[in-house]
């Protein structure tokens, strides 16, 4: 899922413009992405005439050859399913009219009725999954619910005799709007205004039938051949993420959100229920699109998600001087950030819509003597936005169970403790001292109202560790709470993989060779258990770290990213990993990236200060550190690299008051081992040693003192050997 995901976001960026979004991503994932980029750039006109056969997510410019699929394997033939000439059901196959990186589309003659159709099939590779099947049969309800000139017909549903799924459709001749902007540019004003019209007829019919399309995008609108948009040459296509009023069970409700990220609305992406005015949400991205050849919010990352939650985009007159006034005022209501704000439908939008195609003219004439106010919209606090901003590229990309609307299977019947779970999973997913204690909030108040919720319990325990390990709270005493609940987890539910994740965290805190060891049987377990939850594999990465195992903490760090490329402890933790093989630059690079993707969290922030000052980089790494200390004040390691690179910058009150803030922060174990790692890196090595003692490790410190460059001195000490040995921290 993350791959198509990411796809789907990419794609919508003009090809000159990824490279900055494509930089930000681990290498393996940018490799097979720009395979798959490649290969819809090679293919403009294949699916000229049709629309790109991808699954929910995608918006994929329509393709004109049959790509060579990264890693979905390359095309034998120009027949990927081996049907030309073959006979499905009542359809003789003819030829093949396009292909995308999900699926494919074949032009062929219905020998009952005398007519063209085309046939719509997923990949092999999908075409056997339960979601894909569901998907398929639900695009064919939505669809024959619907009888309007505006929208793709869809004859039946089948499989062939090698039972793969596929739709007979209505062939169309043309091509997408998503291909015409492709090679256009912005459609002219009264074009997009009639292509909008022709799509809320669309969405007025279906919304009658009680059907939400929630993926209205350019890539589901096909345009007639002779290029005209009026009357029944717009068809509104691919209801396979359709909402239908009497659908008991939600194709997308399990796994991700349905849509595609840019044309989103607010409502969607918070996993909120969804009515027809969503799709028009959706509706007034397209048409400024239409207007303005760009996205109103931008085409991907977490970016795209805060800027649909909280911000205002440009009206579309400022960006080109022939949009009328009206237009403005249209798009302004459409993307509105409540539902109540918007239309009430999508015939009262199409009576607007009609009203300003009559006078567009005039309106054109009198812009230069209107000055059009900015759009005042409700804004959402920065930082909540970006924890919902997280928790929905998790939703999507079918990651972490804590961040997902909880499977089949839930073990808690009180819908109120599932959501509270829900909001705490969320809240979690930021990693600084405010959410984090929201999450801890969310999460009992759920076990008070069921306390054998075992997902509450694992997510609890999960948070119970971070708060442990940026000094948010006690070490010993988070610790202690971590195991209690990650034990009650399994107890209740011994197939639970989060439990055994959080129960790894729990271990991975003492730095013993029995300690290290249940930690990796724990984070084995884990996976085995649930082989797509990112956070397992990113924990089992870390404790690899511990005892230098560089290569297999690699490996492991590889799964978590290709799960969820946006994680943000993965990401950040791939920097360190690499800094670790000895590339210095790369590592920089990507945890520069990791900084840009989520700056409100610490860890990139505190490595990349940590990295620069190793290399005497004192004025680089100054930036860093202090963005760090704002965003996590009591991060001990923070602490300790600030005052150490104050004092290298001559600052010696800063420097004093930040080794003071150091010294303040507790007298437990995990306290005295940051103070004396403090004083290594202030060139006291005897009174580290002598502080330390026999202390009980736990996983900040025990990283910190295998990575930070700061403790170079330390480490080259003939007592750190024995040291190392002694809480086996090496093999």
Not at 100 to 118: H, I, P
């Amino acid at each position: 899922m993350v791959l198509k995901d990411a796809f789907a976001a990419l794609i919508d960026i003009p090809a000159d413009k990824r490279s900055a979004s494509l930089e930000k991503l681990d290498p393996e994932l940018r490799q097979r992405l720009e395979a798959l980029l490649d290969a819809d750039a090679n293919a403009d006109s294949v699916l000229h005439r049709f629309y790109a056969t991808l699954p929910p997510h995608h918006d994929s410019p329509e393709t004109s050859s049959i790509p060579t699929m990264g890693d979905t394997g390359a095309w034998a033939t120009n027949d990927p399913l081996g049907l030309c000439g073959r006979t499905v059901a009542h359809f003789r196959v003819l030829d093949l009219v396009g292909a995308g990186g999900m699926g494919v589309v074949y032009r062929a003659q219905d020998e009952s009725l005398g007519r063209t159709v085309a046939l719509k099939f997923p990949l092999p590779q999908y075409s056997i999954d339960a979601m894909t099947r569901t998907r398929f049969l639900q695009e064919a309800r939505a669809a024959s619910a619907l009888d309007h000139p505006n929208v793709c017909t869809v004859y039946e549903a089948g499989e062939t005799e090698d039972e793969h799924p596929f739709l007979a459709m209505a062939y169309y001749s043309g091509e997408t709007l998503r291909s015409r902007l492709a090679r256009d540019g912005p459609l002219p004003v009264d074009e997009a205004i009639d292509v909008a019209r022709a799509l809320l007829r669309a969405l007025h019919a279906a919304h009658a039938a009680g059907v939400v399309h929630r993926d209205v995008k350019p890539g589901n609108v096909m345009l007639a051949a002779d290029g005209s948009s009026g009357g029944g040459t717009v068809k509104l296509l691919d209801f396979g993420v359709a909402k239908l009023r009497d659908l008991t069970v939600n194709v997308a409700s399990s796994r991700h959100l349905a849509g595609t990220t840019p044309y989103m609305s607010p409502e969607q992406l918070r996993g909120h229920a969804v009515d027809g005015r969503a799709d028009l949400w959706s509706l007034g991205v397209v048409l400024y699109e239409m207007l303005t050849g760009k996205l109103p919010f931008g085409g991907v990352g977490l970016s795209t998600v805060f800027a649909i939650l909280n911000e205002d985009p440009e009206p579309p007159s400022r960006l080109r001087s022939d949009v009328p006034v009206a237009c403005d005022a249209i798009v302004r209501r459409l993307l509105s950030k409540e539902p109540a704000d918007r239309f009430a439908s999508a015939e009262e939008a199409l009576a607007e819509l009609e009203r300003t195609a009559r006078g567009s003219q005039r309106a054109r004439g009198i812009r230069a003597l209107v000055r059009r106010r900015s759009f005042q919209l409700v804004s959402l606090a920065t930082a909540a936005v970006i924890v919902l901003a997280v928790a929905v590229v998790a939703k999507r990309a079918g990651q972490d169970r804590k961040t997902l609307v909880p499977p089949v299977g839930q073990t808690t019947r009180d819908s109120i403790a599932r959501e509270l779970y829900l909001e705490g999973s969320r809240n979690a997913v930021i990693r600084d001292s405010m959410h984090l204690a929201l999450a801890e909030s969310n999460l009992r108040q759920a076990l008070e109202r069921d306390s054998n919720f075992a997902e509450a319990l694992a997510a609890l325990a999960d948070v119970y560790v971070v708060q442990s390990n940026f000094g948010y709270r006690s070490a010993s005493k988070g610790v202690a709470l971590a195991r209690d609940a990650a034990d009650r987890a399994i107890t209740l539910n011994p197939l639970l993989g989060e439990a055994y994740a959080a129960k790894g965290w729990v271990y991975a805190s003492r730095s013993t060779r029995a300690s290290l060891d249940s930690a990796e049987a724990s984070f084995q377990r884990a996976i085995k258990l649930n082989p797509n939850a990112a956070w397992s594999f990113h924990g089992y990465s870390l404790m690899l770290t511990m005892e230098l195992r560089i290569p297999d903490a690699l490996s492991e760090n590889d799964r978590a990213l290709l799960l969820n490329p946006l994680m943000p402890g993965a990401r950040s933790f791939r920097g360190v990993l690499i800094y670790m093989t000895g590339n210095k630059a790369e590592a920089i690079r990507l945890l520069k990236a990791a900084g840009d993707i989520n700056p409100d969290y610490v860890v990139p922030f505190y490595y990349l200060g940590i990295f620069e000052a190793g290399e005497k980089h004192y004025k680089e790494a100054l930036p860093y550190l202090e963005h760090a200390r704002e965003k996590s004040a009591r991060f001990p390691g923070v602490l300790s690299a600030l005052g150490f690179t104050y004092a290298k910058l001559g600052r010696l009150k800063d420097a004093d008051s930040a080794f003071a803030s150091l010294r303040a922060g507790g007298d437990d174990d995990r306290s005295r081992i940051d103070r004396a790692l403090g004083e290594a890196v202030q060139g006291h090595v005897d009174r580290a040693f002598a502080m330390l003692g026999h202390p009980n490790w736990d996983l900040p410190s025990t990283h910190n003192l295998v990575i930070n460059p700061l403790l170079a001195a330390f480490r080259g000490d003939p007592r750190y050997k024995a040291l190392a040995k002694e809480i086996g921290i090496t093999r």
